[in-house]
Protein backbone atom coordinates (compact mmCIF):
# COMPACT_ATOMS: atom_id res chain seq x y z
CA UNK A 1 0.00 0.00 0.00
CA UNK A 2 1.25 3.36 -1.33
CA UNK A 3 1.26 6.57 1.28
CA UNK A 4 2.68 9.69 -0.50
CA UNK A 5 3.46 13.29 1.61
CA UNK A 6 3.23 15.94 -0.06
CA UNK A 7 6.23 18.42 0.84
CA UNK A 8 4.83 21.25 -0.98
CA UNK A 9 1.35 21.43 0.87
CA UNK A 10 2.67 19.21 3.91
CA UNK A 11 0.11 16.48 3.61
CA UNK A 12 -0.10 12.81 3.61
CA UNK A 13 -2.24 10.97 1.04
CA UNK A 14 -3.51 8.06 1.52
CA UNK A 15 -5.49 5.17 -0.85
CA UNK A 16 -9.21 5.85 -0.50
CA UNK A 17 -9.40 2.52 0.61
CA UNK A 18 -6.48 2.81 3.35
CA UNK A 19 -8.56 2.65 6.80
CA UNK A 20 -10.36 -0.20 5.14
CA UNK A 21 -7.68 -2.28 4.60
CA UNK A 22 -5.90 -1.37 7.75
CA UNK A 23 -8.92 -2.69 9.47
CA UNK A 24 -8.85 -6.33 7.65
CA UNK A 25 -5.51 -6.39 8.30
CA UNK A 26 -6.12 -6.15 12.00
CA UNK A 27 -8.63 -8.49 12.22
CA UNK A 28 -5.55 -11.26 10.81
CA UNK A 29 -3.65 -9.77 13.53
CA UNK A 30 -6.33 -10.44 16.30
CA UNK A 31 -7.13 -13.77 14.42
CA UNK A 32 -3.33 -14.74 15.55
CA UNK A 33 -3.51 -12.95 19.05
CA UNK A 34 -1.49 -10.05 17.88
CA UNK A 35 -2.10 -6.69 18.89
CA UNK A 36 -4.30 -3.95 16.31
CA UNK A 37 -2.28 -1.58 14.75
CA UNK A 38 -3.77 2.34 14.55
CA UNK A 39 -3.56 3.58 10.81
CA UNK A 40 -1.32 6.43 11.97
CA UNK A 41 0.92 4.26 14.18
CA UNK A 42 1.04 2.57 10.76
CA UNK A 43 2.49 5.31 8.62
CA UNK A 44 4.96 6.31 11.72
CA UNK A 45 6.44 3.23 11.65
CA UNK A 46 7.05 2.75 7.68
CA UNK A 47 8.13 6.96 7.75
CA UNK A 48 11.04 5.94 10.68
CA UNK A 49 11.95 2.78 9.32
CA UNK A 50 12.54 3.97 5.53
CA UNK A 51 14.34 7.07 7.20
CA UNK A 52 16.56 5.43 8.92
CA UNK A 53 18.30 4.01 6.12
CA UNK A 54 18.15 6.12 3.15
CA UNK A 55 21.03 5.00 1.47
CA UNK A 56 18.74 1.97 0.83
CA UNK A 57 15.02 2.78 1.32
CA UNK A 58 14.89 6.58 -0.38
CA UNK A 59 14.17 5.61 -3.99
CA UNK A 60 12.90 7.68 -6.83
CA UNK A 61 9.70 6.74 -8.57
CA UNK A 62 10.93 5.37 -11.47
CA UNK A 63 13.52 2.91 -9.33
CA UNK A 64 10.78 2.19 -6.62
CA UNK A 65 8.73 0.47 -9.37
CA UNK A 66 11.72 -1.69 -10.06
CA UNK A 67 13.23 -2.34 -6.56
CA UNK A 68 11.91 -3.54 -3.36
CA UNK A 69 13.64 -2.59 -0.22
CA UNK A 70 12.05 -5.33 2.14
CA UNK A 71 10.33 -8.25 1.44
CA UNK A 72 6.44 -8.09 2.00
CA UNK A 73 5.57 -10.19 4.81
CA UNK A 74 2.27 -11.71 5.34
CA UNK A 75 0.08 -12.16 7.81
CA UNK A 76 1.28 -15.78 9.19
CA UNK A 77 5.46 -14.29 9.03
CA UNK A 78 4.05 -11.47 11.37
CA UNK A 79 1.95 -13.81 13.37
CA UNK A 80 5.16 -16.08 13.91
CA UNK A 81 7.34 -13.29 14.44
CA UNK A 82 5.11 -12.52 17.47
CA UNK A 83 5.75 -15.87 18.76
CA UNK A 84 2.28 -17.16 17.70
CA UNK A 85 1.05 -20.09 16.30
CA UNK A 86 -2.48 -20.77 14.35
CA UNK A 87 -4.28 -24.25 14.52
CA UNK A 88 -7.38 -25.65 13.94
CA UNK A 89 -8.82 -22.27 14.05
CA UNK A 90 -7.44 -21.13 17.23
CA UNK A 91 -4.44 -19.11 18.04
CA UNK A 92 -2.10 -20.06 20.85
CA UNK A 93 1.42 -17.87 22.22
CA UNK A 94 4.38 -20.17 22.42
Keep these: MRVTIDLER ?3 IVPD ?3 KKIAEDNERLEKFGATPVKPMDRIKKSFETAMSDTDVRL ?3 SNAKTTRAT ?3 NIEEVA ?3 GL ?3 DNTT ?3
Design 10 to 12: DII
Design 17 to 19: NFF
Design 59 to 61: LTQ
Design 71 to 73: KKK
Design 80 to 82: KSE
Design 85 to 87: TST
Design 92 to 94: EKK
